[in-house]
């Protein structure tokens, strides 16, 4: 167990919805990263929030968004949802930027 | 456009075996390489790198940084099915927001 809390674990929608995925970083952790993991991208970097500013930019369509709230959770937002957004989300936080980082245990997101 | 490079991309082997992944990059500013172990779900880490030369071990699992040449290896001898996992590796480029570009990862198979 990393520390990292994602919810849910499991998340079925329709195409054009939206969702919200949830993370709780570690204890004294500031910095949260999002990512995506598709069978055929590998694992892609979204976004990072650090004390709850955003810190860095990755391949973050202009549908997704998120933000990290003064307890220093964390949400992803994803709207008008696509087939094509399928896939893994992880979480992750660490002490620092650059450092080692603890990874969630995932939401899977399967738009049908 | 910082560029991580796995190999092989998988790898079946027996128990016993000794086995060695690659990890070669292409960045601007190293700051450091970082090796996860992702079985069917959230990465967990193993090592982080920063210095040439230097081995990091860690009981069957060991790796090495070769900052001239641009790679690390991991390697495990004594597999055991346990070890049967996807294995990525990670840079971390200085300067900036110090986010982790992540290869396509390396999966193993260890057979009884």
């Known amino acids: 167990d990393s520390g990292v809390t994602q919810t849910p674990k499991h998340l079925i929608t329709a195409t054009g919805q939206r969702v919200t995925l949830r993370c709780s970083p570690r204890?004294?952790?500031?910095?949260v990263y999002w990512y995506q993991q598709s069978l055929d991208q590998g694992l892609q970097f979204l976004i990072q929030?650090?004390?709850?500013?955003?810190?860095a930019k990755g391949n973050i369509l202009e549908r997704f968004s998120a933000q990290q709230f003064p307890d220093l959770h964390s949400e992803l937002n994803l709207s008008s949802l696509e087939l094509g957004d399928s896939a893994l989300y992880f979480c992750?936080?660490?002490?620092?930027?650059?450092?080692?980082?603890?990874f969630g245990p995932g939401t899977r997101l399967t738009v049908l | 456009e910082d560029k991580v490079v796995q190999s092989p991309l998988s790898l079946v082997v027996h128990e016993g075996d000794t086995v060695t992944l690659n990890c070669s990059y292409e960045?601007?500013?190293?700051?450091?390489l970082l090796w996860y172990k992702q079985e069917k779900k959230a990465p967990t880490f193993l090592f982080m790198l920063?210095?040439?030369?230097i081995e990091k071990k860690s009981g069957r699992l060991s790796s090495i940084l070769d900052k001239k040449e641009l790679f690390s290896i991991l390697n495990i001898t004594a597999t055991q099915t346990g070890d049967s996992a996807v294995y990525l590796c990670?840079?971390?480029?200085?300067?900036?927001?110090?986010?982790?570009?992540f290869g396509r990862g390396t999966s193993l198979i260890v057979h009884p």
């Open positions: 960045v601007t500013n190293f700051r450091s």
């Open positions: 929030y650090y004390n709850g500013e955003e810190r």
């Open positions: 990670a840079v971390v480029v200085a300067g900036g927001s110090y986010i982790p570009t």
């Open positions: 992750a936080s660490s002490v620092v930027s650059g450092g080692q980082s603890f």
């Open positions: 920063t210095s040439s030369g």
């Open positions: 204890s004294g952790d500031l910095s």
